[in-house]
């Protein structure tokens, strides 16, 4: 299993950027797919995640601004971000929960972080 994840930049405060990510490989079933990030210094957190049922989750520093959809026929995850503040700057993590056959737990995975920088 794979994590394709892409859309980080540099945008200015106020700016909008918008990452998707991509689960492909041996995919039985995907309960969650979700974003964290992580800024220098600090701990990787929960930016949002929604589930295959629908119910989302977001970190109150982003409710508001952010907004997470998923396509189940695709794989496919987005997290539009609107109202960027600098304070958003981080290493933005795709992760998804998956299961890779009928008999197997879900398990966590990860893709490659993607930078996104928002200056003042």
């Known amino acids: 299993v794979q994590l394709q994840a892409s859309g980080g930049g540099l945008v200015q405060a106020g700016g909008s950027l918008r990452l998707s990510c991509v689960a492909s490989?041996?995919?039985?079933?995907?309960?969650?797919m979700g974003w964290y990030r992580q800024a220098p210094g600090k701990q990787r957190e929960l930016v949002a995640v929604?589930?295959?049922?629908?119910?989302?989750d977001y970190a109150d520093s982003v409710k508001g601004r952010f907004t997470i959809s998923g396509d189940n026929t695709k794989n496919t995850v987005i997290l539009q971000m609107n109202s960027l503040k600098p304070e958003d700057t981080a290493v933005y993590y795709c992760k998804a929960r998956i299961a890779t056959s009928r008999f197997d737990a879900s398990v966590n995975y990860w893709g490659k972080g993607t930078q996104v920088t928002v200056s003042s």
């Open positions: 490989g041996s995919i039985f079933r995907i309960n969650d």
């Open positions: 929604i589930t295959s049922g629908g119910n989302i």
